[in-house]
C-alpha cells in the first residue's frame, strides 16, 4: 500500500518522500528511514507505522513533542491530507493510493524532449511528471490531460499584451502582499491587554498570530490574595534568553524554549513578593533580532488559590526529608520522585512569607535540580528502549521501560502513562 510524505513548510519545501514498509522512523540519527539533520528534531522523534488498513502515527518520546493538525499527539491515526509536524519541518501525509494532480499550465511545458512526455521546466515540474508517469493514470486520461494543457497554452497565446500583463503581474502582487504584509499590520506592542479579556485561542507575537505584537506584550490583572499562578503556552522562541517576563517591572524570568513549534500546559507562580493587592501589570518583552523574527504567547490565563498559613517549623522538616531522600536516589529510583513532592509541599507552607526566606531559595533550588536529574533520567531511558527496539532486542527494551516506570511511582504523571503504553504496545508485538 505505501504512503508519502511532502515538506509543505521548512527547509526542503516541496520534496516528497515515499514509503512502503509497514513502519516508518523520524529523527536525527542517520539509523533513521527518514532523516532529519536539525537541532529541534529528537535522535528517534516520531513513527509511521501500518496497522491493518489504517496507518498511525506515534511520538516516541521526543523532547520537543510531535504535532498532527496544530495538536501535540503521543499517538494518533492518520489520514490522507493531514498535516504532521517534526521540529521545523511540517510534513503533508498522503496514502499512496492518493492520485496526483496534474501540474497547472506554468509548471510543465508540451515540447518533448529526450523521449519524455513533458519538459519541466522546474523541479516540482519535475515531481509533478514523474507522479504522472508512475501512477496508475489510464493511457486516455493522460492523454486528456496533455490535450487540455495544449489548449491552455493555445488560449494564452491568443491574449493581447496587457491581458497576459494582467495574468503575470496579478500573482507577482498577491506574492508580495503576502510577503511584505506582516510588515503592514498595526503594532500593539505598546498596548496594554487586560488579562481576564483574552481569549484562550488569541495568540500574541509576530508570525501567524492573531495580535501582532513584534516586541513584546503587556497585560493587567487584578489580585486580591492567594497563589497566582499563570498557565500560557509560548511558541517559536530559538533562545534561552529570548524573550523576558516581567511582573510590575520586575524580571521574573525567561520564557521557555520552543524551536519552530507551540510549547503548551506551561505554568509560572507569580513571586508572592512582587504581588500587589489591586491591578498589576505582566510584561514579556522579546528580544526582536530582526524584521523576520518569529514568536508566540498563547492560552493566558491566571489562577489564585489560597496560601497555606506560614509554617517555616514544617517546611523545614520537608526540606530535609526530601534532601535525604534526594541523597538516596541511586539505593532507590523512585526517591528521585519523592523528594520533588516533598519540596513542593516544603515551598507550599513558605508561600505566605511577605519576603524571601532563605530556606524557600533553598527548597527552589534543590526543586530545580531535582526535576532537572528526573527529566534527564527519562528521556535517557526513552532513548535506550527505543535503541533496542531498532535492533529487535524486545526484551531488553521491556527492561529498560520497566526501570523507567520505576522512577514515576505516580499513575497519574504523564511519564508515567507513556511508559505504561510503550510496554503495552511492546507486549502486543
Request: proline letters at 3%; glycine letters at 6%; one cysteine or more.
Amino acid at each position: 500500500m505505501g504512503f508519502r510524505l511532502i515538506i509543505k513548510s521548512g527547509k526542503g519545501i516541496g520534496k516528497e518522500f515515499s514509503f512502503v514498509q509497514e513502519r516508518v522512523r523520524v529523527g536525527r540519527l542517520p539509523e533513521n528511514d527518514l532523516v532529519l539533520y536539525d537541532t529541534g528534531v529528537s535522535r528517534v522523534h516520531c513513527e509511521i507505522s501500518q496497522e491493518n488498513e489504517f496507518y498511525m502515527l506515534r511520538d516516541t518520546g521526543s523532547a520537543n513533542g510531535t504535532s498532527l493538525n496544530n495538536e501535540v499527539i503521543t499517538e494518533a491515526q492518520l489520514q490522507s491530507g493531514d498535516r504532521i509536524q517534526i521540529g521545523p519541518v511540517e510534513f503533508v501525509f498522503l496514502k499512496s493510493d492518493t492520485q496526483p494532480q496534474l501540474a497547472s499550465h506554468d509548471e510543465v511545458d508540451t515540447e518533448p524532449s529526450g523521449g519524455a512526455i513533458f519538459k519541466p521546466e522546474r523541479e516540482t515540474a519535475q515531481r509533478r511528471l514523474e507522479q504522472l508517469q508512475t501512477s496508475e493514470l489510464k493511457k486516455s486520461e493522460l492523454e486528456e490531460a496533455i490535450r487540455k494543457h495544449g489548449g491552455l497554452k493555445a488560449k494564452f497565446k491568443k491574449l493581447s499584451k496587457i491581458q497576459r500583463a494582467g495574468l503575470i503581474l496579478i500573482p507577482l502582487l498577491l506574492l508580495a502582499t503576502l510577503i511584505f504584509g506582516e510588515n503592514k499590520k498595526k503594532d500593539r506592542s505598546a498596548e496594554t491587554f487586560n488579562l481576564g479579556d483574552v481569549k484562550p485561542n488569541q495568540r500574541f507575537g509576530a508570525g501567524k498570530v492573531d495580535i501582532y505584537t513584534p516586541y513584546g506584550a503587556t497585560f493587567a490583572f487584578e489580585y486580591k490574595e492567594g497563589r497566582a499562578t499563570l498557565h500560557y503556552a509560548v511558541g517559536s522562541i530559538d533562545k534561552e534568553n529570548e524573550a523576558e517576563m516581567f511582573l510590575n517591572e520586575k524580571s521574573i524570568g525567561f520564557l521557555p524554549t520552543a524551536k519552530g513549534r507551540w510549547r503548551r500546559d506551561l505554568k509560572k507562580i507569580l513571586p508572592q513578593d512582587l504581588l500587589k493587592t489591586g491591578k498589576n501589570i505582566l510584561s514579556i518583552q522579546h528580544r526582536r533580532q530582526d524584521t523576520n523574527d518569529t514568536w508566540g504567547i498563547a492560552q493566558l490565563s491566571l489562577k489564585t488559590h489560597k496560601l497555606a498559613p506560614l509554617n517555616p517549623v514544617r517546611a523545614q522538616e520537608l526540606y530535609d526529608l526530601a534532601k535525604s531522600t534526594f541523597e538516596t536516589r541511586s539505593v532507590a529510583p523512585q526517591n528521585l520522585y519523592r523528594s520533588i513532592q516533598y519540596l513542593k509541599e516544603a515551598r507550599i507552607h513558605l508561600e505566605a512569607s511577605e519576603g524571601e526566606l532563605p530556606l524557600l531559595s533553598k527548597t527552589n533550588n534543590l526543586l530545580k535540580e531535582a526535576k532537572s536529574q528526573l527529566q534527564n533520567t527519562y528521556d535517557n531511558l526513552i532513548f535506550s528502549a527505543e535503541r533496542a527496539l531498532r535492533f529487535d532486542k524486545l526484551q531488553e527494551a521491556g527492561e529498560i521501560l520497566r526501570e523507567c516506570l520505576d522512577y514515576f511511582p505516580n499513575q497519574d504523571d504523564k511519564r508515567h502513562q507513556e511508559v505504561k503504553n510503550r510496554l503495552n504496545r511492546l507486549r502486543s508485538r
